[in-house]
């Protein structure tokens, strides 16, 4: 068996790999923290990262683990639940090992290495009416690798099975260094086989002597499921007709082999899908129902309890995705039929009649694409939204997914929630009803002994309940760390003999991924967040309060690795472009609990991995939206820069950045000599010197500010009065944004009123310079109270400006019961122009391409802007999901930032742009408008400039 060691092996992995890799090698403090959790409740800090490109990194990291005597576990994205995918020796992440080496649409099969994305897959087949059938609720992160270690499965598992069903043959490294080609044999051609040498013959000879010595024992333990996947698969060798090796591979969690390419088959397409919703008033009636549906041939059954939905309506971006939901329901099943448009017309014609049948208070069908999908947006949520919570007591994983036969559920349901009450905690229960699987998360908190030992106990009395029911104890998510400790439980100690001796024939020492299905260690130990724990005392100058702190805050991270999605939304944009880890919020996230719970010291709060880490946050927020735990690493990020500002002092750019309104308005007391030297070389190579990328245009002023343009402008005649935010960019550089809002504003016969204010504070956040924008915050308030205390909105053109005083304001200014009163009134210029609701003479208009800015995004979404636009008749509104355009404010200006400025631009946006020859290129948010002027030569214009040019009698 392989022990670990000190951090002197980090100098010997150097000394073996560096250099030497398609990937990359990390052994500094730092990173091993980022990569020492996944998205359970473990934490195994690894020794060093070897990030592989290719066979070949897999091969040399073996090797060097072989000659350090450390032990090795691979790792795809790092989702997995019950801890296999931490490391105690080096970790071995194959996320970048993502080339699909062939798709064969005509015979419906693909060969891919373990780091493609199942989701990304599936796009790319599922346009020829294929699909990789195993589809999990990560799809949009999930390795195909990873869903290989585990047996991953998903809803559809009735109609497609797990993921072993895919496979056609797997490539495996072994600990040893050896490769192994594996595919399913027939008996005879295996026993033949065995006769050999080599590899192949060694683990074949195994297999078969597995199979003879324990078979009665396999056949008798083995529970008869479409999701077992605890322990090995040793009921594939004793098939009578084949010997499939490839199914011991998958579901081992990576203890015995390393996979570097996989042939699945693709399966087809339904014509068409439809969901039906069944309400009922118990999780036990929801249960009894689940029988009876299966009678109806549907493609998949999931249960919903009130816990889940209740914390979706909670959640302001998750909201929408309830509203199938037409009571007050304890337990809700999505019912999935496929067929053809007549057979499900056919079926949904009597689904009042079924739901009566099975007991249900209430149906409803779900039959069109928005429908359908915001129910896989909150199914995918549901760990995250649990999880994003201040409360001491959270959910937590560990017996999570356990399977029974379908027609025992009601039993296990109604014993589960007793095994519950009776431990004086509570639990929400979910998941693929339709196979037994249901995901179960008892409520406890980990760093306190009791809540750890009540955590035992569920355990313990879960894996005899789940045994006695002829269930398995892992029915998606695998063993890991949490459950191989009850394998003798559910399997007797014949099988985990058998275990033991698999695992010694594919892993003589032992090195692949220790404690894992074989000598497991108990299971509330290695805990991420345990009893005993201290967190550095840390007195932060924004305020944390509503997630409980600021440790709390960064801990609302649960691993589950939603910022690692690459082709929708808008979280991570770092990410999305780099594929590093680092850059992912996760690792932001990851990176500062280690600091607080003492992985890493103090000093490195503001150190220079710190500083790297944080570096290509661009402060979108989308994270505070997107992701289901609302983890607001903007926020973090501003508190990060100001302690390191305090420590070491904050730059001359810093400085120049923050206060950019003053530099503006200095450069307005002569704009035309200004700007014919800030159009200059000399002038860019000036500002580099400073820390500006001379790639970029500097900023220009106007001739005559908005201010002073504001008194000629039309008013409005009507009782409606507004005041306008004349935020930095609208005043200095882009007035006519202002005056076309205020045109149409007078025109829907509204006053508008210009109050002074101060910039809202938003580049001083962004530069760390938190006590500026208290002051900028205090003196707006003091401006603009006067108008909001007599109801006046106020309206923002600048999307980053108006949602910092009603989103950040809150931490700046905590105690000010003046802040909530102006976040109140605070509205974006097409949120207040649709309030007026006037008829308004707008002429025809044309079509469009919108790209929201990311804050909109983040904290209000792109409705307001595509209703505004579409108050001139004909305009037709495409929207890109283009997630961040790179230039984030000030971000793409700065040295070092320029280059992935651009390829986030380049990712969606500008190719975008440069094909929408006969659309308006609308943008709402400054910087995007600035990128893609000089990343496509085009000029987007705001929403008010578009409206306002639709006018009657503008020219």
Known sequence: MIHERSNSHAQRLQEALEGKLDGYLRTDPASRALWSTDGSIYLRRPVGVVVARSEEDVKKSLAAARDLKLSITPRGTGTSLAGQATAPGLTLDTSLMQQVFEVDLENGRCSVEPGVIQGELNELVEQHGLVFGADTSTSDVATLGGMLG???????????????????????????????????????????????????????????????RYGDEIKRRYPKLIRRVSGYGLDALIDPETVDLTRLVCGSEGTLAVVTRAEFRLQYLPPERALASFEFDSLAASARATVALLEENPSAIELLDDVAIG?????????????????????????EWSGTKEELDERFSKLDELAQEVGAREAAALRSQDEMAQTVKLRKSILPLLLGTAEKEKPVAFVEDAAVPPERLEEFITRFEKIVEENDTWACFYGHASVGTLHVRPALDTSDPEGVARMRRIGEEVAELVDELGGSISGEHGDGLSRSEFLERMYGPQLVRAFAEVKSAWDPEGMLNPGVIVDPPPMDEQLRIGPGRKRLSLGTNLDFTEQGGFAAAVELCNGSGFCRKKNTGTMCPSFMVTLDEQDSTRARANMLRSVLEGTLPPEELTGEKMKEVMNLCVACKACKSECPSQVDVASMKTEVLYQMGQRHGFSLLQRVVGHIRSQLALAALAPTLYNSVAGTSLARRAAGL??????????????????????????????????????????????????????????????????????????MLSEGLVDAARENARRNLDLLMPLVERGVPLVGLEPSCILTMRDDYRKLLPNDERVSKLAEATRLFEEALLELDAELPLRGGAPVLLHGHCHQKALVGTGPTEKALALAPGTEVTIVDSG??????QFGYKKGHYEVSMKMGERRLLPAVREANESVVIAPGTSCREQISGGAGRRAQHPAVYLASRLDGHD
């Open 884 to 889: 961040c355009c790179g230039m984030a404010g």
């Open 311 to 335: 914390r979706a309506d909670a959640t302001p971006a998750y909201r929408g995705s309830t509203g199938f939901i037409r009571g007050e329901p304890k337990a809700v099943l999505l019912v």
């Open 150 to 212: 585990n047996n991953s499965a998903g809803m559809r598992s009735l109609y497609y099975g797990t993921t072993a069903d895919q496979i056609l043959s797997l490539r495996c490294v072994l600990a040893s260094g050896e490769t192994v080609d594996l595919a399913p044999l027939p008996r005879d051609e295996a026993e033949r086989r065995a006769g050999g040498s080599g590899p192949e013959a060694r683990l074949l000879k195994n297999a078969l002597e597995i199979g003879e």
């Open 690 to 763: 400073l820390g500006i990328d001379p790639r970029r245009e500097l900023p220009k002023v106007v001739e005559e500010t908005f201010s002073k343009r504001f008194p000629s402008l039309p008013q409005g005649e009507g009782p409606a009065e507004l005041a306008l935010f004349n935020d930095t960019w609208n005043e200095y550089q882009w007035p006519e944004i202002g005056e076309g809002a205020v045109r149409l504003f007078a025109a829907a016969g509204a006053k508008i009123h210009l109050p002074e204010v101060v910039c809202c504070g938003r580049p």
